[in-house]
């Protein structure tokens, strides 16, 4: 693209939208058709990556959707949580709050387990709430709270829900792409992220890592806001890569392909957390993830 | 921002997304914040400039949101006709369908009049269907039907509308821009369009252009999906210019603001139905919009 001038060149310092790289920002200087094949290929193939850097290949698809992550939440919540389900959510910040919020808004029963601010949730007593409670279906829970930057135990957390024989949700928002989110391990039913955070795209896009036994079940259940998933989402046809309206910033999409293109490990984890095992023992409540030390565990995890 | 290779351009013929200008796409080249002030004072002129082009200063005001033309549309339905109102539908192709399947997605009363497809809809029986049933609250109506290239007669919908004392909401999609959308003279309570058909942005923001009173009225009624309108986004504080999430794509509001700011005439619609009335007996329906041709008779309202 040759050389650019930097006038324009700043560092946000904030939880995100974050700084993107112009590399990022020149692939969207191409307009894209939303039915050309090359588009939907190109869907196609970040699917793919979002799905690999989940570690979900076996048992996980994609699904991308055109908005905020407060839409891709609401997306996740009503496509997911039939409705005569109950969820459990996990409070311990505003986002967790949103999601109860979505839950009245949208007709979703729900119960709340709320913790201080400055606390990560509590796995022991999710475990109770969900004995002394048949009828919770789901539990939600958000990873990393981007207003507080608490990290929830969601290692022992997916292990208290898969224990009692439920299914997690999970509102990944800053922390895909930073901290482990492997669909194997923490065997969500659901993640939800976007681009602008730690994987350093622009904004605009959202996306759900969801096992292929949830999309399928889901059929009809999602909304046309939320775009009709399942069907023609888990579809290998071509036209089936942004289904409904041609939506599809293609331009935005390109330039997210081209920031999580950069993952050379191919799992949106740190090696340091990779190899091993997060015991619940060792492991502790921590104040991390600004987006921008999020961006460095990611970037350390991309070389 | 100098001169860039051509290689990567191309002419879109679809009807949307459809080609940008490299001045829209070169926008997008610096990141903002989103809780930026200069974001925040953009966001604010963009909004003004989309009431202005709608004539709508007085009365009127836009809100913006993240996400597909359809997005918008459930936005708009959900928002303005409350739990315990009706909508009449008006359907002669697949955005007429479009609502109606949202409607019944998200739980309001509607009742549908259909045609063919190259029929446009008929004022005279829209007048009767409000007559016979005193619970129609409000009228949804497509303005150009994108998938055929019927254009609706609105002035003459909006007539019979006002005239039966409803509220008129459009689907202004591939027409705001290049058809007139006065908002003094078609009087309607809400009109959403998106940034990627003939104001020639980029994909990924939809708005309405709604009557303040309206708004006010649907205080409480949006979703967190929808964003929370009226109150905040009719505010006048900078911090209010996206309300609830971060979001924004500040790129691709800031490429937006480009597109739309070529407008030298300031409304969006062509000098040649400017200083004419509408007038019901010479008006014959049109098959002419697709966003290309939306496209010139833009241009040529610019010049």
């Not at 959202?206 to 888990?234: C, D, E, K, S, Y």
Request: proline content about 7%; charged content about 20%; hydrophobic content about 40%.
């Amino acid at each position: 693209m040759g050389t650019m001038p930097d006038d324009d060149e700043r560092i946000l310092l904030t939880p995100g939208p974050l700084t993107t790289s112009r590399t990022v920002r020149e692939a969207m200087l191409r307009d894209w058709g939303s039915r050309d094949p090359a588009f939907a290929a190109m869907t196609a193939r970040v699917r793919r990556r979002l799905v690999a850097l989940a570690g979900g290949e076996d048992t996980h698809d994609a699904v991308l959707l055109q908005g905020s992550g407060t839409f891709g939440v609401e997306a996740m919540l009503g496509t997911f949580v039939p409705v005569d389900g109950k969820v459990l959510i996990l409070v311990n910040g505003a986002y967790g709050r949103r999601m109860a919020q979505i839950c009245r808004a949208i007709g979703r029963a729900h119960t709340v387990l709320e913790w201080d601010e400055d606390q990560p949730v509590d796995p022991a007593a999710t475990s109770a709430a969900l004995a002394a409670d048949a009828g919770i279906t789901h539990v939600a829970v958000v990873y990393s709270e981007t207003t507080s930057g608490i990290v929830n135990p969601l290692p022992e957390v997916a292990g208290v829900v898969a224990a009692a024989g439920r299914r997690l949700l999970v509102d990944a928002m800053s922390a895909f792409g930073a901290l482990p989110c492997e669909a194997q391990t923490l065997g969500y039913e659901a993640l939800v992220a976007s681009a602008n955070k730690c994987l350093e795209g622009v904004p605009g896009l959202t996306f759900v890592v969801a096992r292929r036994t949830a999309l399928a079940a889901a059929a009809g259940r999602a909304r046309p806001g939320w775009r009709r998933w399942t069907g023609r989402w888990t579809s290998t046809r071509p036209k089936a890569a942004w289904p409904v309206a041609p939506p599809a910033t293609g331009a935005t999409a390109r330039s997210w392909w081209k920031a999580c293109g950069r993952s050379a490990s191919g799992r949106c984890c740190p090696p340091t957390s990779r190899g091993r095992s997060s015991s619940p023992s060792t492991r502790r409540p921590t104040r991390a993830s600004t987006s921008r030390r999020s961006t460095i565990a990611w970037r350390s995890a991309a070389t």
